[in-house]
């Protein structure tokens, strides 16, 4: 769900009904009637002496026919609407999104997208969608990424400078996609994401770098984590361009 002030829904509420009672649709009295509270209780809240418990607000919409998504404003329904995937028959849409998004934002929004790329689906179809736990099922599953000039050091010569890398999100497992191929991953860690081959330890993640000359790092698991909790995604596709 997107940042929304409690107190401002509130306050777009109040407008809604004073403009209903002064075109003469609904009176304090037919609300109180319709809602089983007080007509003082509607008083107060239209007067702003008090507010509203969240069932109470949602009693007041049922009543007047209303959602909470009518108290929204249509520019924030817009900038944190899901990103649709495209109705292209041969091409969909995938958001090129910051490490930092791919990371921590389960669904992907308009406001998170730097830009969108055409995918092939044929591409996607390829992707195999086994080994998602079920926490990732209700994650925005691909989405892509650029990787800074240092990190795109560390796994030369496989990728390049300018690698646009597809990640699988809901493939956050330690086992192989190919047998006797290591998998290469998203993995969040203190600072930021980095993408490496994962080696599973005692409560530590030993991320491996493809360049050898890059170094080795270590990542402690957090207590109450799991080592699947701390992989974004894996690699799916690697393309100077898409």
Sequence with gaps: MFPVSFVSLQETLRKELRKRIEAGQLTGMELARRTGFTQAHISNFLNRKRGLKLRALDRILKAI????????????????????????????????????????????????????FKVKRALLARIRPDLATPA?????????????????????????????????????????????????????????????????????????PYNPEAPIEVVSIPEGLSASELIIGRVAYIASEI
Excluded at 87 to 109: C, F, G, M, N, Q
Excluded at 171 to 197: M, Q
């Design 65 to 116: 026919g209303l959602t909470l998504y009518d108290l929204l404003n249509p520019r924030d329904l817009v900038r944190f609407a899901a990103v649709p995937p495209g109705s292209d028959a041969e091409y969909t849409d995938i958001a090129l999104v910051s490490p930092d998004v791919a990371s921590k934002s389960e669904v992907i929004v308009n406001e998170d997208v730097e830009e969108l």
């Design 136 to 208: 990732r099922r209700s994650w925005t599953r691909c989405v892509l990424i650029k990787l800074d000039n240092k990190q795109a050091a560390s796994l030369r010569p496989r990728i390049g400078p300018n690698a646009v890398l597809l990640l699988d999100r809901h493939y956050n497992s330690l086992r192989p996609y190919h047998k006797n191929e290591r998998n290469l991953y998203a993995v969040r860690k203190p600072g930021g994401l980095v993408v490496r081959h994962v080696e599973p330890g005692e409560k530590i993640l030993v991320l491996r």
